[in-house]
């Protein structure tokens, strides 16, 4: 009885384990504005010849929604101090917010460009307001979870992986992977 149970569990996780290599995520293209007020098509317009990173920031309530931007830049110093081979990518900072009515986005946009400051380039940040938050997670594979997450994405816009959670050596090292397997 056994045995004839191991074999398709087996079988199961086999299948599920391709299934991450054969099916990668994308992120959805969406028109946004960024920090510094110009407009592009997200993902699109990051992407060039190689690889980038993205600081993406689901918050699921405003409070949370700060936090992952505190935990995002403290990844964007750590990394920019690194000797890791992405040190020098391409970095974008990226929130998105759900049901946002359209006569406040420029508010909240201009908010959070008040509370980066200095700590990033305006044209490397944006909010992208969406009506559906969870269809664009789902896209791309990534749950909304409250945590702050790093995500690589390729030239072509699939998304290589991504890492959750505050930065330390662990999440930089498994980043790095990401990162190498990108190029």
């Known amino acids: 009885m056994?045995?004839?149970m191991i074999f398709p569990s087996i079988l199961l996780f086999l299948l599920?384990?391709?299934n991450q290599f054969l099916f990668a995520g994308t992120l959805s293209e969406e028109k946004a504005k960024s920090l510094a007020d110009t407009e592009f098509v997200f993902p699109t317009d990051l992407l060039k010849d190689s690889p980038v990173?993205?600081?993406l920031n689901i918050g699921t309530s405003r409070e949370n929604g700060e936090m992952q931007q505190e935990a995002l830049i403290d990844w964007q110093n750590v990394i920019e101090s690194s000797?890791?081979?992405?040190q020098s990518a391409p970095l974008y900072h990226i929130s998105?917010?759900?049901g946002?009515?359209?006569f406040v986005r420029g508010a909240i946009?201009?908010?959070l460009a008040e509370s980066f400051g200095d700590l990033i380039d305006p044209k490397r940040?944006?909010?992208?307001?969406?009506?559906?938050a969870e269809k664009f997670a789902k896209q791309a594979e990534i749950p909304i979870d409250g945590e702050p997450t790093m995500v690589v994405v390729r030239s072509d816009g699939t998304i290589t992986g991504y890492v959750k959670g505050r930065v330390d050596s662990l999440a930089l090292s498994n980043l790095a992977a990401i990162w190498e397997k990108a190029r």
């Open 109 to 111: 946009r201009r908010g």
């Open 83 to 86: 000797s890791f081979s992405f």
């Open 125 to 132: 940040g944006a909010v992208l307001f969406l009506s559906k």
């Open 96 to 98: 998105v917010i759900e």
């Open 16 to 18: 599920l384990s391709c």
């Open 100 to 102: 946002a009515p359209f």
């Open 53 to 55: 990173l993205i600081a």
């Open 2 to 4: 056994k045995k004839t």
